[in-house]
């Protein structure tokens, strides 16, 4: 094990440039993995880590400790850990990897997720759980989302993105217009009860922004218009509790 105290280390300057900036992560094509659970999660779907960085004090025992022996990895001091800043509250773990690419086109025929400016990492995070937890094995970003593969939406992921198909920075309409399924876009005008619409075979449903929705420019592409019914005091759910709401009623029609 390399142990590194220094900030000054050039090794720990590339984990800082990796942890702060989406350009760089762009760049050269690698992100970080925060947590025992990212990197089980990732090794269960993706293969062995090769690069692993760990706390000092994480090694004086627990469960990460138990899961890094026989490991190869490199030790940082506890504060230069904190002052990766990669989450607010870091679990002495990292592991550095290759940024996954889809491995072809999105499917015209599959189940979607289309995401329309969401731009909180939780809430996108959120959104990635809620459709692989629905079976929902690709999701588009179009331009002005967050970076699906930044650390704070991993972290909020909880290794969903490593069974989904991830096509990010994507012309959305021109998807709706080639999607031989129904597309579905939640808004408020015009728009059919959740609860009360009919649909069948493959569905894309349209999330929006947390602040604007769905633009109307999709809202005009969707086959069909939908609303969440809320009895209850409240004019609108957070994007990604919508979402799950849609999205299991989805699992709940087909599996009665």
Not at 70 to 99: K, Y
Not at 102 to 120: F, H
Not at 183 to 197: C, F, G, H, I, W
Request: aromatic share 6%.
């Amino acid at each position: 094990m390399k142990l590194i105290q220094s900030r000054d280390n050039a090794y720990y300057k590339q984990l800082k440039r990796l942890a702060e900036s989406g350009r760089e992560r762009r760049k050269r094509g690698r992100t970080l993995l925060d947590g025992l659970h990212l990197a089980q999660a990732w090794e269960a779907q993706r293969g062995p880590l090769s690069e692993l960085v760990v706390a000092e004090s994480a090694l004086g025992g627990g469960e990460v400790a138990d899961w890094l022996a026989g490991r190869d990895c490199t030790v940082i001091g506890d504060a230069l850990m904190r002052e990766l800043g990669i989450v607010d509250t870091p679990s002495g773990l990292l592991a550095v990897v290759d940024t996954p690419q889809p491995a072809a086109a999105a499917d015209p025929d599959g189940d979607a997720v289309l995401l329309d400016g969401v731009q909180d990492p939780g809430n996108l995070g959120s959104l990635l759980r809620s459709a692989a937890a629905a079976g929902v094995g690709q999701v588009l970003l179009a331009p002005g989302c967050a970076a699906a593969w930044s650390p704070k939406v991993l972290r909020a992921g909880q290794g969903a993105h490593f069974v989904l198909s991830i096509h990010e920075d994507r012309d959305l309409a021109d998807f709706m217009t080639a999607y031989r399924g129904t597309t579905l876009a939640t808004t408020l005008e015009r728009a059919t009860s959740l609860y009360a619409a009919s649909w069948a075979g493959p569905l894309a449903w349209v999330f929006g922004a947390e602040g604007r929705g769905v633009s109307p420019a999709l809202i005009e592409r969707a086959g069909l218009r939908i609303h969440i019914p809320m009895p209850g005091a409240v004019e609108s759910l957070n994007v990604g509790a919508a979402a799950a709401v849609c999205l299991f009623e989805m699992v709940r029609r087909r599996l009665a």
